[in-house]
């Protein structure tokens, strides 16, 4: 969000794949207190799996951050994804890769962002990664 | 085991776990079989499938009181198992946006360098010219002025200038071949191949050449641009059997793996395969200019036409030993 609060509600450590078991439970039942549609409960929940695997798989571990969101005329459900791994090079590219590198099938990261409404990334080499992403109330 | 066989295995009791559990790892299971279904690359209808076979057995297979709890449940399982599908094609959906957008944009930059090459080739004319037509008076009305050194240095000018106006012939036909709109129709390419290598004859009565021309040979295509190919590869294959005491020159076609391929053969100086990618490139040589003459733009010209007409151009070809020239007319060879 460019603008706005965050109002953070709970936290899950992302170790392993169970971890993500965990952080898909909490973002539906936060999106659900939020009164999301069912697809857009499913799309977060497809974005946070996605995010966690990611911090598994590049950076070892992490935190999920979990919170209700408004820039003062919507409200929504956030999701703060945020690991010490070895950060990405090349933000801009990362986010396209998808097609061009890995597995081509355009999951992961680009696949996250086409899933929700605000999607913000910051990343310094050597230092982690922080995605932000946040779906809001149609 | 398929990949398919193991969604099967693996689906049916991932679901029956979700039906009676009713949890988040069942549900997560779901999303990760859908996602190793992408990887595998299963389609919608192979998961759609695997979701139906589960059902008959999960659902319509128990208690009637419980059927319909267990299809709204195994509704949300497939669902999850389809979220990964969902996400690779917005992915591939926003993948052909772009790429579409930059085909657009290469077009334009190709259009716009086409345009670009053809009017400083016709620009570079003008003074080329006034270069052309002083030195010639130079020459005339002036040479005595001159020393021999001068004169020779003269005479190189206007070697230099004459061979600049082939290029620059030759750059404007390659753009012209761009340029021109297709007019497809049956041409008789055994005709033009015939009275190409008679017009060749008549330009040098001196040279003996064996030449083999297959009768009724036609192909789909503008006649005019198909005359400019021929007269290419036939110009070429007369070139490089200069050399030859007993030079052999044939056209025809052939069936290569049911496609109708064209050739113009030659057992003349040939070239070396390890510089084949070269050939149709505009200024690429495989020969020096005392060797055999060339501006090197009359195979990129045969190339660029052929691949307006949707068709391929290769050539074979060994070093002392001929070479042969392949083209096709259009990519499923129905030409």
Redo the contacts between chains.
Sequence with gaps: MKSGTLDVRARVDVRD??D???A??LV?QLGAAEKLSTAAI??L??AV??LGRNIVVHAGSGTLLFGTATDGVRRGVSVIARDAGPGIDDVARAMRD??SSG?G???GL??AR??VDEFEIASTLGAGTTVTVTKWRA | MTAREELDQRYRAALERFLDARD??A??AA??LG?RA??DGLGVLDVATTHGEALRNLVWGAPAHDRARRAVDAAAFF??LL??F???F???R??NDELRRQQVALEDVNRELEAFSYSVSHDLRAPLRSIDAFTRILARDHAAALDDAGRGHLGRVRAAAEWMARLIDDLLGLARVSRADLARGDVDLSALATSILDRLRGEAPGRDVQTRVEGGVRGRGDARLLAVVLENLLRNAWKFTAKRSAAEIAFGRELRDGEVVYFVRDNGAGFDMAYAHKLFGAFQRLHTRDEFDGTGIGLATVARVVRRHDGRVWAEAAVGRGATFYFTLDRAGRS
């Design positions: 794949d169970s993500l078991v965990v898909r439970r539906r499913e799309a929940a497809t799996t996605e998808g097609y597995d099938l355009g999951l680009p696949s086409r899933l | 988040e790892p549900l997560s999303y990760e996602r992408v990887v669902q999850e979220s990964p969902e996400m690779t917005r992915g591939y926003q993948a």
